[in-house]
T-cell receptor
């Protein structure tokens, strides 16, 4: 039981390059999330998917796109990376209200640097 | 949407002292309040949570209290140890939803 797995762990991009962060969970959770973590800013929600087939914007969605590929996988894409997107990115998953404990489980994080 | 304020941003204590971190939330419809601990370079992990129908919950040296009227909740750590040093995040979840709104975090440093 691996929990939430995200790849890669580290990435350096040049401004304007694109990349996709991958996330998979094996806990049969309906809900999945992408957060970014910046010093002094806490964890801010980029996008979330309450269930397979749905995605919604969070607090800071600009410059990102997501795909809920199936119940297990939720990817985050940067189409044209900017230095402001330098951050640590966390994928997370949880059950839906009424379907189990609401605890969110996080992946190990991706440290992204855009130069 | 929901807004969560967390104080203090940093907290230094001596080993054995108690530590208290406070959070306020804006939306009275929030009904689930978890606390996460994040050690340096690691992922956030749940340490304790409380639902709005409970005023206090305790787990060994940690406890959480909730005041729905005032819309604030607090984390209490007693007999602190150096391994308690980490960043702590509070969060709130709106009823019927599962998305977490986090506070900005508190860096707790416990000195031997």
């Amino acid at each position: 039981n691996a929990g939430v797995t995200q790849t890669p762990k580290f990435q350096v991009l040049k401004t304007g390059q694109s990349m996709t962060l991958q996330c998979a969970q094996d806990m049969n959770h309906n809900s999945m999330y992408w957060y970014r973590q910046d010093p002094g800013m806490g964890l801010r929600l980029i996008y979330y998917s309450a269930s397979e087939g749905t995605t919604d914007k969070g607090e800071v969605p600009n410059g990102y796109n997501v795909s809920r590929l199936n119940k297990r996988e939720f990817s985050l894409r940067l189409e044209s990376a900017a230095p402001s997107q330098t951050s640590v990115y966390f994928c997370a998953s949880s059950a839906l209200p009424g379907q189990g404990k609401l605890e969110a489980f996080f992946g190990q994080g991706t440290r992204l640097t855009v130069v | 949407g929901e807004n969560v304020e967390q104080h203090p941003s940093t907290l230094s204590v001596q080993e054995g002292d108690s530590a208290v971190i406070k959070c306020t939330y804006s939306d009275s419809a929030s009904n689930y309040f978890p606390w996460y601990k994040q050690e340096l370079g690691k992922r956030p992990q749940l340490i304790i949570d409380i639902r709005s129908n409970v005023g206090e919950k305790k787990d060994q040296r940690i406890a959480v209290t909730l005041n729905k009227t005032a819309k604030h909740f607090s984390l209490h750590i007693t007999e602190t140890q150096p391994e308690d040093s980490a960043v702590y995040f509070c969060a709130a979840v709106l009823s019927g939803y599962s998305t977490l709104t986090f506070g900005k975090g508190t860096m707790l440093l416990v000195s031997p």
